[in-house]
Nanobody, 124 residues
Framework: QVQLVESGGGSVQAGGSLRLSCEVS????????MAWFRQDSTLVREPIAT???????TYVDSVKGRFTISVDNAKNSLYLQMNSLKPEDTAMYYC??????????????????WGQGTQVTVSS
């Protein structure tokens, strides 16, 4: 059984930092693209960072230069370091794994496995 367990969310003031973790079990870690999505009050779940062996790391423009996605294969874990946080970063953050062959990182439905989400709240 595949499980993705996120941690590290919380409340911070603007300009602060948080590091999200996603521990993966029951899955061949890193075999396919993994990603971090977020879902705000609009309920739109958008990809903000992806990582894969063939492409490396990619970021949506709104977080580029502030967020860093990384993996630790020894710990079967995916991370998202978030610096210079802004109030507009407030959202529920989800890790996703196992992008289907030929799938798009822009489509949440193209990932097979999801974590339960961790809330990030940034106050001004």
């Amino acid at each position: 059984q595949v499980q993705l367990v996120e941690s590290g969310g919380g409340s911070v003031q603007a300009g602060g930092s948080l590091r999200l973790s996603c521990e993966v079990s029951g899955y061949v870690f890193g075999a396919r693209c993994m990603a971090w999505f977020r879902q705000d009050s609009t309920l739109v779940r958008e990809p903000i960072a992806t990582i894969s062996r063939d492409i490396g790391a990619t970021y949506v423009d709104s977080v580029k230069g502030r967020f860093t996605i990384s993996v630790d294969n020894a710990k079967n874990s995916l991370y998202l370091q978030m610096n210079s946080l802004k109030p507009e970063d407030t959202a529920m953050y989800y890790c996703a794994a196992d992008l289907i062959p030929g799938g798009s990182t822009y489509r949440s439905g193209d990932f097979n496995y999801w974590g339960q989400g961790t809330q990030v709240t940034v106050s001004s």
